[in-house]
């Protein structure tokens, strides 16, 4: 009897009597009902593996198709009976893709307990969706991403970034298309000796092809590797292609979808008609992030070897936004020390919201609306709204002079 059993990129079928294993992966169901497949068939003899036929692509829907090659594997190995073998494979292989993905009914009472989402690292990495880290180049995405990813495999639960993880190690894998292992290898050294650390393991992946053409290795890589979080460093060259085209977003969540792993991406930054940064590409970038964070540098800089950035938590479909957390590096030939400080809003007054930004500059003392148009760059009307908001808080006064002040 034949054993078959899911993975990330497909199906293993295994034929114990006959010491048989057949991967099947990359399915496609066609337009008109048919079903395509990468099929690799391998034998056990002893304590050694033969591959009988490398991975290649068949229609499984096809008769001539499935007898051309059982006639083939014949001519291999004669002792299985490879027609018995071919139908079945193809018949069950079918069935499941027509099915899809079984679904079911979720019976929700008022009674049940609420089951909060889970964070490897709250609030960056949300466990089962993919989060997006993104800012403009120099503004040290892989190497906090790196730190973020050292503290989750560790798990280092008393970090001094007041980042909270779990209680379990997770096992890293990193899907690389910008540097290589040296350089990568350069940077967790550093980061490591700057936090009085000993050890991590990275399981690492130099990556060429686009995610969506290469599935099927990086898929065996992390199952080989049993990771259960993957670094993504960055979405731009994983995607391929036209990125302000919708389809190589849609190919990229669909494979990454098929990882089934809590995913951080490493993003690019692009500005839109009002100023506002977003990752760079097509929309569905946006659609398909779950938790994103854009990160910005500090332009207050007075020493060569420091820099100061702040994290801002763009969107959260399954939360509220958390407040921005801001880090200091320290680099030397041998080192990158990571500290958590408070944010100065003034540093990065451009990505906190209106009614912050106004909460920033009223701390030098009161200001009237027509001030405080001219310092926020915004319409009077827009200052009206401003305003009134933050009074209806109780956060904000206006004076006897008819400016508006802090109330303390």
């Known amino acids: 009897m034949a054993e078959i059993e899911a993975t990330n990129s497909g199906y293993q079928i295994l034929w114990l009597e006959y010491n048989l294993t057949i991967k099947v992966s990359r399915l496609t169901v066609h337009k008109d009902g048919h079903v395509t497949a990468f099929v690799k068939v391998s034998v056990k003899d002893k304590d050694k593996s033969y591959t009988l036929l490398p991975a290649a692509q068949f229609n499984l829907s096809a008769p001539l198709t499935r007898k051309q090659l059982a006639n083939s594997l014949t001519e291999k190995n004669s002792s299985i009976p490879w027609h018995d073998v071919i139908d079945y494979l193809c018949r069950e292989i079918q069935e499941k893709a027509w099915i899809g993905e079984p679904g079911e009914t979720l019976t929700i009472t008022d009674e049940d307990e609420i089951i909060k989402p889970v964070y490897l690292l709250e609030p960056i990495i949300m466990q089962g969706v993919p989060s997006v880290i993104f800012g403009d180049k120099g503004v040290h995405k892989t ?62 992946r130099r990556c060429k092809l686009p995610l969506a053409d290469d599935i099927e ?78 990160l910005k540098k500090s332009a207050d800089v007075i020493d060569k070897d420091e820099t100061r950035v702040a994290l801002f938590h763009t969107e959260g479909n399954y939360s509220g936004k958390y407040d921005p957390i801001g880090f200091r590096l320290t680099f030397s030939p041998d080192s ?17 919201n209106r009614q912050q930004q106004l909460l920033e500059i009223l701390k030098d003392g009161a200001l009237t609306n027509t001030e405080i148009a001219d310092k926020l760059q915004i319409s009077q009307i827009n200052v009206r709204a401003v305003t009134k908001r933050l009074a209806d808080k109780k956060r904000i006064v206006k004076t006897e002079s008819g400016a508006w002040g802090l109330l303390i």
């Open 143 to 204: 190497i906090l991403s790196l730190l973020f990813s050292i503290c989750i495999y560790l798990p280092w639960r008393d970090n001094p970034f007041n980042l909270q993880t779990t209680s379990h190690k997770a096992i890293v894998g990193m899907l690389d298309w910008e540097s290589d292992r040296r350089l990568t290898k350069f940077n967790v050294q550093r980061l490591l000796k700057g936090q009085e650390l000993t050890y991590c393991d990275l399981n690492y």
């Open 217 to 294: 290795q990086v898929s065996t890589f992390l199952d080989d590797k049993k990771t259960n979080f993957v670094l993504i460093d960055s979405l731009g060259a994983a995607c391929g292609g036209d990125l302000m085209k919708p389809e190589q977003a849609l190919r990229f969540f669909e494979a990454l979808r098929s990882l089934n792993r809590t995913a951080l991406i490493i993003a690019q930054t692009s500005k839109g008609d009002e100023g506002k940064k977003s990752i760079f590409g097509s929309t569905y970038f946006q659609y398909y992030s779950r938790n994103i964070f854009e």
């Open 336 to 352: 990158i020390k990571v500290e958590r400080e408070a944010v100065d809003f003034r540093e990065f007054l451009d990505k906190v």
